[in-house]
């Protein structure tokens, strides 16, 4: 019996059912199903194909099988683990999500890759998330010890990834539009895979081939405004890009387009479809959220029990559907356990929902690693807190010490996946009977 005919739907039939949406999600936005129909006319000349991503590889993979008859080549650079067979595209793998030697090699590679290119050379730019830390070139003055430093440091302070993003682009001789400079007058086509609230380009993997607004004046306020402690060779580096913008009157010459392949929401869209396929309502609540994951937690369990009790603002059974990236922010003098920021949400709903029967919850960030841990997140169920305090586990002591992936190891409860190859944030999927 199908758990859409019955009218109570037990523990097991709900986890299948949160898991097949997620994996639905995951499905939508594959780069094999969603970049040969955004191609553009096949190039005269050459055609270079360069990336950097979590998706890059599969991207590339994608490119080769929709342009067998095009000679492509180039280089994509993409996390551990996450590489695929191609035949003429050569793929690196480097360390997410604080840059290594690798991805210093990486840069260097790619921009050799798109030099002393014509007008009718075409580059095809392939980029999702974690380009940042995967494709590094500091500027000068600046070592890869001290970039990695920025790195952490802006992974603890509790920045979003918009302006994690825009520090990043500013010590870098590669991001921020300086890709599309070097291969110049070569013809860019972008084509990106968003995993930032807002869908920006210019954020996404700190946008290598799109120059962007946000100003080096500005970088330095966010390192202000989150007390971040940078390097005095980083600061320097900053101080001048800030001084040099003041001065520069002549635009850039850039020569391309730019192709937004795949969204939170375009996942988000498709799971809400699959319920409601299955004879179950959705509401989209956003696919822009931000602030503390264990924060989200608390409103979003609040807009559940909301469903639950009064039917408000839509009555079950029903899917509450929201993408985007919040933040975990380790303060001085906290412990930093094992846990991500979609672990971390979990936990915090459970604990304001208290046991309130009905209710269960999936979070997961769509390239399958929450954080830097092996789970892409979690399920919680009505009987989350109670499993934990038999294993004589305290939620609240766990979430004090940011160890949600402990939490959830214990009670079972971890959603394994292993890599996706695509990266468009985090799904959230709550379901109320």
Same mark, same amino acid.
């Given at each position: 019996?199908?758990?859409?005919?019955?009218?109570?739907? @037990?523990?097991?039939?709900?986890?299948?059912?949160?898991?097949?949406?997620?994996?639905?999600?995951?499905?939508? %936005?594959?780069?094999?199903?969603?970049?040969?129909?955004?191609?553009?006319?096949?190039?005269?000349?050459?055609?270079?194909?360069?990336?950097?991503?979590?998706?890059?590889?599969?991207?590339?993979?994608?490119?080769?099988?929709?342009?067998?008859?095009?000679?492509?080549?180039?280089?994509?650079?993409?996390?551990?683990?996450?590489?695929?067979?191609?035949?003429?595209?050569?793929?690196?793998?480097?360390?997410?999500?604080?840059?290594?030697?690798?991805?210093?090699?990486?840069?260097?590679?790619?921009?050799?890759?798109? +030099?002393? $290119?014509?007008?009718?050379?075409?580059?095809?730019?392939?980029?999702?998330?974690?380009?940042?830390?995967?494709?590094?070139?500091?500027?000068?003055?600046?070592?890869?010890?001290?970039?990695? @430093?920025?790195?952490?440091? $802006?992974?603890?302070?509790?920045?979003?990834?918009?302006?994690?993003?825009?520090?990043?682009?500013?010590?870098?001789?590669?991001?921020?539009?300086?890709?599309?400079?070097?291969?110049?007058?070569?013809?860019?086509?972008?084509?990106?895979?968003? &995993?930032?609230?807002?869908?920006?380009?210019?954020?996404?993997?700190?946008?290598?081939? =799109?120059?962007?607004? #946000?100003?080096?004046?500005?970088?330095?306020?966010?390192?202000?405004?989150?007390?971040?402690?940078?390097?005095? @060779?980083?600061?320097?580096?900053?101080?001048?890009?800030?001084?040099?913008?003041?001065?520069?009157?002549? #635009?850039?010459?850039?020569?391309?387009?730019?192709?937004?392949?795949?969204?939170?929401?375009?996942?988000?869209?498709? %799971?809400?479809?699959?319920?409601?396929?299955?004879?179950?309502?959705?509401?989209? $609540?956003?696919?822009?959220?931000?602030?503390?994951?264990?924060?989200?937690? %608390?409103?979003?369990?609040?807009?559940?029990? +909301?469903?639950?009790?009064?039917?408000?603002?839509?009555?079950?059974?029903?899917? $509450?559907?929201?993408?985007?990236?919040?933040?975990?922010?380790?303060?001085?003098?906290?412990?930093?356990?094992?846990?991500?920021?979609?672990?971390?949400?979990?936990?915090?709903?459970?604990?304001?929902?208290?046991?309130?029967?009905?209710?269960?919850?999936?979070?997961?960030? +769509?390239?399958? =690693?929450?954080?830097?841990?092996?789970?892409?997140? #979690? =399920?919680?169920?009505?009987?989350?807190?109670?499993?934990?305090?038999?294993?004589?586990? @305290?939620?609240?002591?766990?979430?004090?010490?940011?160890?949600?992936?402990?939490?959830?190891?214990?009670?079972? &409860?971890?959603? =394994?996946?292993?890599?996706?190859?695509?990266?468009?944030?985090?799904?959230?999927?709550?379901?109320?009977?």
């Amino acid at each position: 019996m199908s758990p859409q005919s019955q009218v109570y739907w @037990s523990d097991q039939q709900v986890r299948q059912f949160l898991r097949s949406l997620f994996e639905e999600a995951v499905a939508s %936005v594959q780069p094999s199903l969603v970049l040969a129909g955004m191609l553009p006319e096949k190039p005269k000349g050459r055609c270079v194909v360069v990336g950097a991503g979590k998706a890059s590889a599969a991207m590339a993979a994608a490119l080769e099988n929709a342009w067998p008859d095009v000679p492509l080549e180039g280089v994509v650079v993409t996390r551990d683990g996450h590489a695929v067979p191609t035949r003429h595209i050569t793929i690196l793998e480097a360390s997410h999500p604080v840059p290594d030697a690798r991805s210093e090699s990486a840069a260097q590679a790619i921009l050799k890759a798109v +030099s002393g $290119l014509g007008p009718e050379d075409m580059v095809i730019a392939l980029i999702s998330g974690g380009g940042s830390s995967l494709l590094v070139s500091p500027v000068q003055g600046v070592t890869l010890e001290e970039k990695q @430093s920025v790195n952490k440091a $802006l992974l603890r302070s509790g920045a979003t990834i918009s302006e994690m993003n825009a520090v990043r682009r500013h010590l870098s001789a590669i991001k921020g539009g300086k890709l599309a400079q070097a291969a110049y007058p070569a013809r860019v086509e972008t084509f990106v895979m968003s &995993d930032v609230p807002g869908d920006d380009p210019g954020v996404i993997a700190s946008g290598p081939t =799109i120059f962007s607004s #946000a100003t080096a004046a500005e970088a330095l306020h966010i390192i202000e405004r989150y007390g971040i402690e940078l390097p005095d @060779s980083a600061r320097v580096a900053l101080f001048k890009e800030a001084e040099t913008e003041k001065k520069r009157t002549q #635009a850039r010459q850039v020569n391309g387009a730019v192709h937004m392949i795949a969204t939170p929401l375009q996942a988000l869209k498709a %799971v809400a479809e699959k319920a409601e396929k299955a004879g179950v309502a959705s509401l989209i $609540l956003g696919d822009a959220i931000e602030g503390e994951s264990a924060a989200a937690g %608390v409103v979003l369990a609040g807009v559940a029990r +909301s469903v639950r009790q009064h039917g408000l603002p839509v009555a079950g059974p029903v899917v $509450l559907l929201s993408g985007g990236e919040t933040t975990v922010t380790i303060r001085k003098g906290e412990a930093a356990g094992r846990g991500g920021r979609n672990t971390e949400f979990l936990l915090a709903a459970a604990q304001a929902l208290a046991g309130e029967a009905g209710i269960w919850a999936l979070a997961g960030d +769509s390239d399958g =690693i929450d954080g830097t841990e092996d789970a892409a997140g #979690a =399920i919680i169920t009505p009987d989350t807190l109670m499993r934990g305090q038999q294993a004589g586990l @305290s939620a609240s002591d766990f979430l004090k010490g940011h160890d949600s992936y402990s939490y959830f190891s214990a009670t079972d &409860d971890l959603v =394994i996946t292993g890599p996706t190859m695509v990266n468009v944030n985090d799904i959230r999927i709550i379901f109320i009977q």
